[in-house]
């Protein structure tokens, strides 16, 4: 039958809508909810009070009795045990002199004292710790930019070396006519290439291997 079903819904719902209609199942309540209220029918009923058997009855009784006293004693036996330590406390204080009070009051801020010098060695020595630590970092970090500035001093000066050095072959106002008889004198010429070797070859090279061979 299940089957039959499956494939009448088959042909109307796709196979996971059918399977997921079979797998549902109505949530059935065994009483009625709460906030149904009261039925008319039982609206005025007065349900009947069960009686008790009197044995049962003096159990109880007998049971709630000595519940109470129990818990009666427990509430005086703390509270007699309060006043107790109340009145210790009280006479403690009472028996002390002025002068004790006195004695107990300098021992107090003696001991106070203490602690704060105790304190501040402590937090003394911490900061002298973070001064120290401080210092050193300051004093690398200083010596580290003079390091830098130092060798970027000594590139400048690299620099300025090699530009006086070449400075030497520049042409000026007055070397500018040697300069233009030398040129014409020794013509340069950048026409030339590299084989594998590393052998330089100009075009004056190869010219020359040409006259030499027509001669």
Do not use: C
């Amino acid at each position: 039958m299940m089957a039959n079903i499956a494939a009448t819904l088959s042909g109307v719902f796709t196979k996971p809508r059918a399977l997921a209609l079979l797998q549902y199942t109505t949530v059935r309540f065994r009483r009625k909810p709460r906030w149904l209220g009261t039925a008319k029918s039982k609206l005025f009923r007065v349900p009947e009070r069960k009686k008790q058997i009197e044995e049962e009855i003096e159990e109880l009784k007998r049971l709630h009795n000595n519940y109470r006293t129990q818990m009666k004693a427990v509430r005086n036996f703390l509270r007699d045990e309060v006043e107790a330590y109340k009145l210790v406390s009280r006479a403690g204080l009472v028996l002390q002199t002025p002068e004790e009070e006195e004695a107990e009051w300098q021992e107090a801020l003696r001991r106070n004292e203490e602690w704060n010098r105790q304190t501040a060695a402590k937090r003394e020595e911490r900061l002298a710790a973070e001064r120290s630590a401080r210092k050193e970092y300051i004093l690398e970090r200083l010596l580290l930019k003079e390091q830098r500035e130092m060798d970027k001093k000594e590139q400048i000066e690299a620099k300025v070396r090699i530009e006086k050095e070449q400075s030497k072959t520049f042409i000026t106002r007055d070397n500018i006519d040697k300069a233009i008889e030398l040129a014409l004198v020794q013509p340069t010429s950048y026409n030339f290439a590299l084989d594998r070797e590393g052998n330089l070859h100009r075009s004056t090279d190869s010219s020359a291997k040409e006259k030499g061979q027509g001669h």
